[in-house]
């Protein structure tokens, strides 16, 4: 398995999400929740063959942790739709997965095949994992911001606020897990658990922008804007962390975390 | 129930005065920069920290003990107060994240060696006092359901105070082997060579390549591990390889695969190793470990649901 046979099987996984998202317009669940689950394991048997073949976790280029992103939207969305039964979720969740694929047919960044000593270690798969299903996760729960900031004409949001809350606080387990997963492993192949290095640091920065967030909903809970615009700003932060920092002068020329 | 009786208090005391302090740590420390200069954490080397910390643990008893005369020290064990320290750490983290960090110097004044800034150190001091006294507060209320909170803020507490003062004991220096030949000695930043009580004897060091792609010059390196024995002042020998991502512990040092002689590459006949001790490690890494365990109690338990008594403002 190749990135060559990558469409071969992405268009398959879209086409079933897309159709699982009409679905959910329709308020068909089972056939929704099947197709989008149907999709996934196409997906997912891609990402399966694509490790068999490359004798790695595919974990290391830009294109594969988009790879890995795109596979967790349509997950998270299909957990958000199956608890709270949003029928707009799914459409959401695959057009943004469509997107990380497109960049990925279109622009790949999957040319190294080869994985640095620094980079084999026990740690690296649960770091990156953990830390692309976070950001799927804050990814939707970002969308429901936007959603309840822009979208929603009631003024009453109790209910969607508590879900937003629920999703932060999943994406932060994860986020956190990522993190400290990260430490961990620095403190074994450096001997340092925190180096302040431009990705380390933005990361910090992503996890104190959510902390704040979750202190703010407590301190005024009645203030819903203010809590929303720092979702965004948070997940703005995240996008710096997750590919921003390769365009920042001051990150590139330091950071052994740009790839 | 309580919060209630605390945030009617707390009435006049809001997160705008949690802004006004924080404008005023950030103040006192562009003084304290001008003043004194960078901070110099080297000052803080055993037993500085440890004296240092006990004496913050007392204060912030003292300030638990005395909340009800105090209001500022009510205040400050609630969200109204770690808001605003949030924020203000937040900012100083992205100055940070901005700025090109320049640990030999140079740069931006101040934010390039923006560890070294007052008001960046003081910032995240300030924070560390909010945390240490909710810890406080909610360990003398004890319940079971109190633990996710536990966990969460006293694991950063340990983990971030702790790697704060802890640094300046961390030793970490760089032993160049020989092939057949016994090292003992081992040279610091500032190429001191200290004696570090073990030996090390290499036997072989082991560099293996990816093969070479069309278009490169160089082949990407594999694998760098060193075959060595180390022996101990009580007449141990321990054999062992030890590798990137794989270091070995023997004693107070954990020894890693640091360099080797690029030049030569495969055929390198040296092995640079480094050893690092890290007298505050188990406190650090309880916080971390006391954070995942919180971190995953957050999934468990998930966000208060709206409604319920503590969630009202």
């Known amino acids: ?259 | 129930m309580k919060e209630m009786e605390h945030s009617k208090r707390n009435r006049n005391w809001d997160m705008k005065e949690g802004f006004l302090i924080g404008g005023g740590i950030l103040l006192a420390g562009i003084l304290l920069q001008l003043l004194a200069g960078p901070v110099r954490w080297e000052v803080l080397a055993f037993p500085v920290n440890l004296i240092l910390l006990l004496v913050f643990l007392a204060a912030l008893i003292v300030m638990y003990a005395l909340r009800r005369k105090v209001r500022l020290f009510e205040w400050m064990m609630h969200l109204q107060a770690a808001v605003p320290a949030l924020c203000y750490a937040l900012g100083l983290t992205i100055i940070m994240g901005l700025v090109a960090q320049r640990e030999e110097g140079g740069g931006i004044p101040w934010l390039s060696q923006i560890l070294d800034f007052w008001p960046f150190v003081l910032s995240y001091s300030w924070m560390m006092v909010i945390v240490g006294l909710a810890t406080i507060n909610h360990l003398l209320r004890f319940r079971l359901r109190e633990i996710p909170f536990l966990l969460n803020h006293l694991g950063l507490f340990m983990a971030l105070v702790c790697g704060a003062i802890g640094a300046p004991d961390t030793q970490r220096l760089h032993m160049t082997t020989r092939e057949g030949e016994t090292e003992s000695r081992a040279e610091d930043e500032n190429g001191v060579l200290h004696d570090v009580g073990l030996s090390i004897g290499l036997h072989d060091f082991i560099m293996e390549e990816f093969p070479l792609q069309e278009g490169q010059r160089r082949a990407t390196p594999k694998r760098f591990a060193s075959d060595v024995t180390v022996y101990t002042k009580n007449g141990e020998s321990i054999d062992a390889v030890i590798e990137v991502n794989k270091p070995l512990k023997v004693g107070r040092w954990k020894i890693y695969q640091y360099d080797y002689d690029e030049e030569k590459g495969t055929e390198s006949r040296i092995s640079v190793l480094e050893l690092v001790s890290d007298p505050w490690l188990p406190f650090i890494l309880t916080g971390i470990y006391m954070m995942l365990a919180g971190a995953l109690c957050l999934f468990f338990f998930m966000a208060p649901r709206p409604g319920k008594k503590e969630d009202k403002p």
């Open chain 1, 1 to 259: 398995m190749t990135w060559d046979l990558f469409a071969w099987f992405a268009i398959p996984a879209v086409s079933l999400w897309a159709a699982g998202a009409f679905f959910a317009w329709k308020d068909r669940r089972t056939l929704a929740a099947g197709l989008t689950i149907l999709g996934l394991l196409v997906y997912a048997a891609f990402i399966t063959g694509l490790w068999l073949s490359l004798e790695r976790p595919p974990l290391r280029t830009q294109g594969e942790t988009r790879l890995w992103y795109s596979f967790f939207l349509p997950l998270s969305g299909i957990v958000v739709y199956s608890r709270w039964r949003y029928k707009w979720i799914l459409s959401f969740t695959t057009f943004l997965a469509l997107v990380f694929i497109c960049v990925n047919l279109f622009k790949p960044e999957i040319h190294n095949k080869t994985l640095m000593p620094a980079l084999m270690s026990p740690w690296f798969a649960p770091h990156v994992i953990v830390y692309m299903l976070s950001y799927a996760i804050l990814g939707a729960a970002t969308l429901m911001a936007i959603y309840l900031l822009f979208f929603r004409r009631e003024k009453r949001v109790g209910e969607e606020m508590a879900m937003t809350d629920n999703l932060v606080y999943v994406g932060m387990t994860f986020l956190t897990f990522g993190m400290l997963f990260g430490s961990l492993w620095a403190k074994e192949v450096w001997g340092t658990y925190w180096g302040w290095d431009p990705k380390e640091t933005w990361a910090a920065i992503t996890w104190l922008s959510y902390l704040l967030y979750m202190h703010f909903r407590r301190v005024r809970p009645q203030g819903h804007r203010t809590a929303l615009w720092l979702l965004i700003f948070a997940y703005l932060c995240l996008q710096m962390c997750w590919w921003g920092i390769n365009y920042l002068q001051s990150a590139r020329a330091t950071s052994i975390h740009v790839y």
